[in-house]
C-alpha cells in the first residue's frame, strides 16, 4: 500500500463531476428500508428490506456512502480553497448536522413522554431508554450534547458527527502514508470485535461508533479515489463471484433462520451482529457496493421512471427524510402494538408511513427546483 499524493498535485485538474443518479437511487432505497427497519412488528421491517435477507444493514451501507461523497467533496474543495478552508467546511457540516440532532433528541423525547401519558403505552420511556429525561432532564440534555446519552433511536446521528469530526486528519493522512491512513480506524473497529473498548457512552448504544466510523472511513476512502482515479473500483470477474458468493451466504443464513438453522444466535451475533459491525456484516455490505459499482450504471432508462425518480428524491434529501423517517417508524410500531390482531393495520401504517417520506422529499424536491424552471 504505496503512498498516494495525488490530491496534492497542483498539475491536475479536478472536475466536480455529475450527479450520479444510481447513488441517489440507492440512497433513497436506502432509507425507505431504514424506517422499515425502525418500524418494529410490521411485515415490511421484517421481510420487505434487503437486510432481512443478508448479513449487512442499510445504515451501514448509508454511512459508506456518506463517507464517500464527503470525501470525494473534501478533496474538491481542498484543491481549490485549501486544505484548512475544506476541514472547516467539513466542521460545519458536523456543526449543522449536531444541532439537528439536538432538535431531533428534543422532539422524539417530548413525542415519547407524552405518549407514555396520552396512549396506552405504560413504560414506553424506560422501555426505549428515555427515563433518564424525565428523572434528570438536564443531566439528559448535556448527556445529549456531548453524546453520551443515546437512547433508542437517537444512536445513529452522533455515529455522523463524530466520523466527521475525524474525517479531515483520515484525509490528511491519507495523502501522505495511502491506504495505511486506514490503519488507526481499523485498529479502533478490531477492538470493538474483541473486546478490548467499546464506546463510552451511558447506555448500551445500538450503533458503536468506535466500530461504525470503519464503514464512514472505507466509503471515505474509495470516495477520494473514485474522484483521483476516475473509478472507485475495478472489475474482476473473481471479485464478482466474491462478492455474489458473499452474499449468497448471507441469504442463505437468514433463510436457514427461518426454519430453526443456520448458524447458532451466538455465532452470528459475534460474526454479523449490528451493534460492533461484525466482520461477516462489514464484508457483506462491502460485497452489495462493489456489485453496485461494477454492476450498475451510473444511468439507465429505468431510472427514468417514477418509482426510481421518486427514490432519486429521497436520496437526495435523505438527511430530512431519516429524521421524520425515526418518528414515523416509532408511530407505526405503537399502532401495531396498540392494537394487536389488525391484520390490514400492518400494511395500512406502513405504506402511509413510506407515502408521507416520498411526499415529503417530492415536495421539497419541487421547490428547489422551482427557481430554475422559472428562468
Not at 405504560?122 to 426505549?128: A, I
Request: glycine share 12%.
Amino acid at each position: 500500500m504505496a503512498p498516494t499524493d495525488m490530491a496534492e498535485s497542483p498539475q491536475r485538474l479536478l472536475v466536480r463531476p455529475g450527479r450520479d443518479l444510481r447513488l441517489d437511487i440507492l440512497r433513497g432505497w436506502l432509507q425507505v428500508s431504514i424506517f422499515g427497519a425502525h418500524a418494529v412488528g410490521s411485515a415490511f421491517g421484517a421481510y420487505g428490506i434487503h437486510a432481512a435477507w443478508g448479513l449487512s444493514d442499510a445504515s451501514g451501507q448509508f454511512l459508506f456512502l456518506s463517507g464517500f461523497v464527503l470525501a470525494s467533496v473534501f478533496t474538491l474543495k481542498a484543491r481549490r480553497d485549501g486544505a484548512a478552508a475544506a476541514a472547516q467546511d467539513t466542521w460545519r457540516r458536523a456543526g449543522r448536522l449536531w444541532c439537528k440532532h439536538m432538535a431531533l433528541f428534543l422532539l422524539f423525547g417530548a413525542m415519547i413522554l407524552w405518549a407514555e401519558r396520552a396512549l396506552p403505552l405504560p413504560g414506553e420511556g424506560e422501555r426505549l431508554a428515555w427515563g433518564l429525561l424525565v428523572a434528570q432532564p438536564f443531566t439528559a440534555l448535556w448527556g445529549a450534547a456531548t453524546l453520551l446519552y443515546l437512547p433508542n433511536y437517537i444512536d445513529v446521528l452522533p455515529v455522523f458527527i463524530l466520523a466527521m469530526l475525524a474525517l479531515p486528519g483520515m484525509l490528511w493522512l491519507v495523502a501522505r502514508a495511502g491506504a495505511w491512513a486506514l490503519a488507526p480506524s481499523a485498529v479502533l473497529w478490531a477492538g470493538v470485535q474483541v473486546g478490548a473498548w467499546q464506546y463510552w457512552g451511558w447506555l448500551p448504544v445500538g450503533l458503536d461508533p468506535l466500530a461504525w466510523q470503519f464503514a464512514f472511513m472505507l466509503g471515505a476512502w474509495f470516495g477520494r479515489r473514485a474522484l483521483l482515479e476516475g473509478a472507485a473500483v475495478r472489475r474482476h470477474g473473481w471479485a464478482i463471484v466474491l462478492a455474489v458468493l458473499v452474499i449468497a451466504l448471507g441469504f442463505v443464513q437468514r433463510a436457514a433462520e427461518g426454519f430453526g438453522g443456520g448458524l447458532d444466535v451466538e455465532t452470528i451475533w459475534m460474526l454479523a451482529g449490528k451493534t460492533h459491525l461484525g466482520p461477516l456484516a462489514l464484508l457483506h455490505g462491502l460485497a452489495i457496493a462493489y456489485l453496485v459499482a461494477v454492476l450498475v450504471p451510473r444511468e439507465a432508462g429505468w431510472m427514468r421512471h417514477a418509482v426510481p425518480q421518486a427514490l432519486a428524491a429521497v436520496g437526495r434529501h435523505s438527511l430530512d427524510v431519516f429524521c421524520i423517517g425515526l418518528f414515523l417508524s416509532w408511530m407505526v410500531s405503537a399502532g401495531l402494538r396498540m392494537h394487536p390482531g389488525h391484520g390490514w393495520l400492518d400494511p395500512l401504517l406502513t405504506l402511509a408511513g413510506i407515502g408521507i417520506l416520498v411526499g415529503f422529499a417530492l415536495a421539497v424536491e419541487r421547490q428547489r427546483l422551482a427557481p430554475a424552471a422559472a428562468r
